[in-house]
């Protein structure tokens, strides 16, 4: 049973910086996909960031040059470091995957593309 664990979060003030983590456990794919989502009230889930199994990355616009994604595959956690946050980065933080069969490239950053979800982690981000 796949079980993606999301921590990390926290209030901090503009311009401030943070690190998420998630501890994945129970898969096996050799190939995947694993990625970063954001949910703010009221609004509809949009994707972060995202890698796959041979660390290639990709970034929302909203969020490049500030958000990096890392992992440690001897860990199996998956990072992401967000840097000079903005109060728009105000949301509950999701952590995804899916087997790099399930994607389709062009949507990888698309909620409907992953099938397992962490409980998320709330970020707040005071001006």
């Known amino acids: 049973q796949v079980q993606l664990v999301e921590s990390g979060g926290g209030s901090v003030q503009s311009g401030g910086s943070l690190r998420l983590s998630c501890a994945a456990s129970?898969?096996?794919?050799?190939?995947?996909?694993m990625a970063w989502f954001r949910q703010a009230p009221g609004k509809e889930r949009e994707g972060v960031a995202t890698?796959?199994?041979?660390?290639?990355?990709s970034y929302a616009d909203s969020v490049k040059g500030r958000f990096t994604l890392s992992q440690d595959n001897a860990k199996n956690t998956l990072y992401l470091q967000m840097n000079s946050l903005k109060p728009e980065d105000t949301a509950m933080y999701y952590c995804?995957?899916?087997?790099?069969?399930?994607?389709?490239?062009?949507?990888?950053?698309?909620?409907?593309?992953?099938?397992?979800w962490g409980q998320g982690t709330q970020v707040t981000v005071s001006s």
């Open positions: 890698i796959d199994s041979a660390g290639t990355t």
């Open positions: 129970g898969y096996t794919y050799s190939y995947y996909y």
């Open positions: 995804a995957l899916a087997r790099a069969s399930y994607i389709t490239i062009y949507y990888r950053l698309r909620a409907e593309q992953y099938n397992y």
